[in-house]
């Protein structure tokens, strides 16, 4: 069903870690084994202790030859698809190149809630995994402008901090957004000065005049009157 999940790897040496934690995803949720594991001959995938895991699993080994990618060519085409799809998120919102890996879990969020070919063009890879129907209304699109809610500043300094989408966040419910000044991402499971609260995830508004149904500020001052010289006595 062609159903795509990634590991953001640091090394290779982390690429028995990612695998472990794919097998006993696959196994705890789903019910699956892992019957073959077909890679190419790199050391990563080849050494000692990846080895002795995959015989203990039972899972067989079917490495490609050398220089043959077209071996192993559902992997490498989604591969190929992918860094073109990260490259057009990237180009079209403007954000820095350092956000590939959150363009890529996006990508590969669409791709799963995608009907394609190989399930007849009639369902998608998650609907074909879960059972479940999808909602796709509402979606964000990556990398557009929001306020998300900030827990600093005293009574009288704005509520809300411009920022952009880009994406979901992978182990909760919550929305993750680029604040750009520090080049970090914050979520929205916290109040607090690093994780701050998505408000605004549609348009662009203004702070002061926001009147956006989620927009929940934490202060009405009451507008206070202009002051009036008294009239001058003729």
Not at 6 to 16: F, P, S
Not at 42 to 63: D, I, S
Request: proline share 4%.
């Amino acid at each position: 069903m062609h159903y795509t999940r990634i590991y953001i790897l640091r090394t290779k040496d982390d690429t028995l870690d990612a695998y472990c934690d794919f097998a006993a995803w696959a196994q705890m949720q789903h019910g699956v084994k892992i019957k073959a594991l077909r890679s190419d001959r790199g050391g990563e995938h080849t050494g000692r202790a990846f080895t002795q895991f995959l015989r203990e699993q039972g899972t067989e080994r079917r490495l490609t030859t050398h220089n043959t990618p077209q071996h192993n060519g559902i992997a490498e085409s989604l591969n190929r698809r992918l860094l073109e799809r990260v490259r057009a998120i990237l180009h079209h919102s403007g954000l820095p190149k350092n956000l590939w890996a959150e363009a890529l879990h996006f990508a590969i969020w669409l791709k799963n809630r995608t009907s394609t070919r190989a399930l007849g063009n009639s369902t998608t890879p998650l609907e074909k995994l879960t059972g479940t129907k999808l909602n796709l209304l509402g979606v964000p699109k990556w990398g557009q402008t929001i306020w998300v809610h900030s827990g600093t500043g005293s009574k009288l300094d704005a509520c809300g901090v411009e920022a952009r989408w880009v994406g979901y966040d992978l182990d909760s419910p919550t929305h993750t957004a680029f604040t750009g000044r520090t080049k970090t991402l914050s979520r929205s499971n916290a109040t607090s000065s690093s994780q701050l609260r998505l408000l605004v995830s549609t348009h662009q508004y203004s702070v002061s005049s926001c009147r956006h149904p989620l927009y929940r500020p934490q202060h009405h001052p009451r507008r206070h009157q202009l002051f009036r010289p008294p009239r001058l006595l003729r």
